[in-house]
C-alpha cells in the first residue's frame, strides 16, 4: 500500500491540534509558516499531510545549523535579559532622554559660544565643531569618567 495514495490523515488539521501533535506551539507554527519551513495557514488550519512532511524535514535538517540557530536564540535572550537587569538596576537609561540631554548641552554651548568676547570666525569654527561631536563620542567620555 502506497501512504501517498492511500491515507488516514485528514486534509486540514487546525493550529491547536497541529501544536499538540508536533510538540510545539501555535506561535512556533506561525513562525515555521512565515519563515517558509512549512506551509501556511488558510483560517487557522494548515494542510495536513504537506505540512507533517515539511515538519519531519524540519526536524532532520542540518543540526550544525540547528545549533547554530538554538546558539543564536540563546544570544539573544540572554542579551535582552540583560538589558533588562541594566534598566532595573538603573544602570541604563532611555535613549531619548540621552538624546534630549544631549541636544540641550549643545544647545547651551551654542549660546555660550555666541555670546563670549571672541572673533566671529573662531564662534563660527567651535560651534562647527560641536556640531560634529556625536553623542556616543561624548557617552564615551562621560562613562570614562565615571569609571575613574
Do not use: H
Amino acid at each position: 500500500m502506497n501512504p501517498k495514495n492511500s491515507s488516514n490523515l485528514p486534509g486540514k488539521i487546525g493550529v491547536k491540534n497541529l501544536a499538540s501533535v508536533a510538540g510545539l506551539t501555535e506561535r512556533r507554527l506561525y513562525q515555521l509558516s512565515e519563515a517558509g519551513e512549512i506551509p501556511k495557514p488558510e483560517n487557522g488550519e494548515f494542510p495536513c499531510r504537506e505540512t507533517l512532511l515539511a515538519l519531519f524535514r524540519y526536524r532532520r535538517r542540518d543540526p550544525e545549523k540547528l545549533r547554530s540557530e538554538k546558539l543564536a536564540m540563546m544570544t539573544v535572550k540572554r542579551e535582552r535579559e540583560q538589558l533588562r537587569l541594566g534598566k532595573e538596576a538603573g544602570q541604563l537609561v532611555d535613549a531619548k532622554q540621552c538624546e534630549q540631554l544631549w541636544n540641550s548641552i549643545v544647545r547651551d554651548v551654542r549660546e555660550i559660544i555666541q555670546g563670549a568676547d571672541i572673533p566671529a570666525s573662531t564662534k563660527s569654527a567651535l560651534i562647527e565643531a560641536w556640531r560634529t561631536v556625536p553623542l556616543e563620542e561624548y557617552a564615551r567620555t562621560f562613562q570614562n569618567d565615571e569609571n575613574k
